[in-house]
């Protein structure tokens, strides 16, 4: 068995694992690497830890800190409840005003995961109180949340550039967000309706006595939570904005900025740092920096060509995106589509290009971030066990599990076709 082989073998091995296990991928990513690397490939252990992407790590870990220390001093709860006050009125308006706070949310640092295990709560509270299916709501959080996921200044956004800066794809952080949030906000609006939300436009708004003890209790939390702002959430707030200009005007280093933020917040005790660091999602951050040093070992062995190919039999030129973002999103359905799969199939698109004899880098990499994205709707994925978790009183959960997961099935064939329609 050639070293190509037996690389993309620990490959296919670390995703089947991460599948079925709850073992964290990125942990034995790291281990298989220096396996293969070392004690098959015969590469010194040092060019092994080189793979580790220190740069990424780093800025993965300054912008979760700060965003961390957002959440636990109240800065973005109180955003979150201050914007869904918006929300009264018409039932039918309900779910669209959550998408575009979701979105919002996402987009300006927090990310998909930290935006829905926000916003699902109050949503679901919700859409108890208006009477709204609980699906209609899930679809319209959880696609919003991955609709602004690839913003510059979120985790997941910051992953996605620093590959495709890699790949040769300059410049092109602003047109990967803006595709992702077309397709997504396309997806999730085309379901609402789809699925009935159009008749809620025409559904009176429920007076106090039709809303259940434990629903009136959700919102009446979330009315307290709109408290006036302290001089540490008004801080954070001009921290978070400073971030965000400094990143798209200034082209500074989002990473450091963050980690700068951060320390600036610390020191004026405007935020608990030690509670803030055991919030910061480590286990994404060591899933997404341990795939990439697998990555960077099957780039030495030959093992990424060898997947490529695979995957250039499959695909044409004209066929590609539909091809990448079927495979991309079926894979994302039980894998972490951050922590896994965008690391792994990402860097394969030169070679995919190469292979097939023409191709748009930029459709592909599009394809490949919106496919699996979509798919995490289903209740296996994390925001669509989010939406679960926080279905309000009477839902049948059963019912809400079968349609989350036939909806989040669904999208690998939806997605693949929308892709191929729009890239």
Known sequence: MSLATISLAALVLALVVSCVSSVNIGVLSIVLAWMVGTYVGNIPVAEVIAGFPTPLFLTLAGVTLLFSQAQVNGTLDGLAHRAIRLCRGNTGVVPMMFFVLTAALSSIGPGNIASCALMAPIGMAAAGRYGIPPFLMAIMIANAASAGSVSPVAPTGIIVNNIAANIGLANTAWPIYRNNMIVHTIVAFSGYFLFGGWRLFSRPRPEAGEVTAETRAELDGADSAAAPFQWRQWLTLAVMVALIISVVFFNLNVGLVAFTGAVLLTFARAADESLAVRQMPWKVILMVCGVTTLIAILEKTGGMDLFTDILARLATPESSTAVTAFFTGLV?????????????????????????????????????????????????????????AAAPAGTDLRVFFRQLLAWGISMSLVGALLCWLVF
């Not at 951050?338 to 995919?352: Q, S």
């Not at 699996?372 to 939406?387: E, Y």
């Open 332 to 388: 994302s359905i039980y894998s972490s589509t951050t922590g896994v799969v965008l690391p792994a199939f990402l860097p394969m698109v030169p070679g995919l290009i190469e292979r097939m004899g023409g191709g748009d880098a930029m459709a592909l990499v599009s394809s490949m971030i919106v496919s699996g994205h979509l798919v995490d709707v289903s209740p296996v994925s994390t925001l669509g066990a989010l939406c679960m």
